[in-house]
């Protein structure tokens, strides 16, 4: 039979029912004259404490599942279809400056200050 998880309403009612019966048997022997209203609420804090308890005890002993790690993404060394030389170029014409590039590109023009 495989085991399942605590089902703690199933609990809480059959251990209800559970101290109905031996409150009823209990009382066919022992006759006690006291308020039965005080009773009740007694016996129900003592019942809500009995399912905290177990709450409390049950919740430490639940299997932490471990998160799967994900493979590592594989990044190829260059993006895309370039091969490593145009790649290599179109970083280096990111990296110059664009005021030496023009200069480089138009030989016969001077730069005019700005005013």
């Keep these: 039979m495989k085991p399942h998880r605590l089902d703690?309403?199933?609990l809480t009612f059959g251990l209800f029912f559970l101290l109905i019966a031996i409150w009823w048997a209990?009382?066919?022997v022992v006759t006690l004259h006291l308020p039965a209203l005080g009773?009740?609420?007694a016996g129900g804090l003592i019942l809500f404490g009995v399912v905290g308890l177990l709450g409390a005890i049950s919740s430490?002993?639940?299997?932490q599942s471990v998160?799967?790690?994900a493979e590592p993404v594989r990044v190829p060394a260059t993006p895309g279809d370039l091969p490593p030389e145009v790649?290599?170029?179109i970083v280096q014409e990111l990296l110059e400056d664009p005021g030496a590039r023009f200069q480089k590109e138009h030989p016969g023009t001077e730069r005019q200050p700005e005013k």
């Design 8 to 10: 703690g309403v199933s």
């Design 39 to 41: 009773w009740t609420v």
């Design 87 to 89: 790649h290599a170029s």
């Design 26 to 28: 209990v009382s066919q």
């Design 67 to 69: 998160a799967p790690v």
């Design 60 to 63: 430490g002993r639940r299997d």
